[in-house]
């Protein structure tokens, strides 16, 4: 059973931090390429990060560069997104989604909420 289960959202102040995980389990994490989206109410869903399987090719929205770091760690099947810098429009709920080449196939996570306010 494919599972992919978000973590560390909450709330915080303007200029604060966060790290979110994405835990993965049930299909082959080491040969997908992993990306974290954002929706925020009334807005379709964006990309915020993605990352390669192996962790050496990784892009942002522009709106994130130089305030967000995607990363992963395929021993523990999991990637994360460190948030730095957050503003209020960084209010969203926030998607892990795994997308497993070989199958051609999407995996999306349930969500975390993130808000940002003071």
């Known amino acids: 059973q494919v599972q992919l289960v978000e973590s560390g959202g909450g709330l915080v102040q303007p200029g604060g931090s966060l790290r979110l995980s994405c835990a993965a389990s049930?299909?082959?994490?080491?040969?997908?390429?992993m990306s974290w989206y954002r929706q925020a109410p009334g807005k379709e869903r964006e990309l915020v990060a993605g990352?390669?399987?192996?962790?050496?090719?990784?892009n942002y929205a522009d709106s994130v560069k130089g305030r967000f770091t995607i990363s992963r760690n395929n021993s523990k099947n999991t990637v994360y997104l460190q948030m730095s810098s957050l503003k209020p429009e960084d209010t969203a709920v926030y998607y892990c989604k795994a997308f497993q080449p070989l199958l051609q196939r999407n995996y999306w996570g349930q969500g975390t909420q993130v808000t940002v306010s003071s």
């Open positions: 049930g299909f082959a994490f080491l040969t997908s390429t």
């Open positions: 990352i390669s399987s192996a962790g050496g090719s990784t």
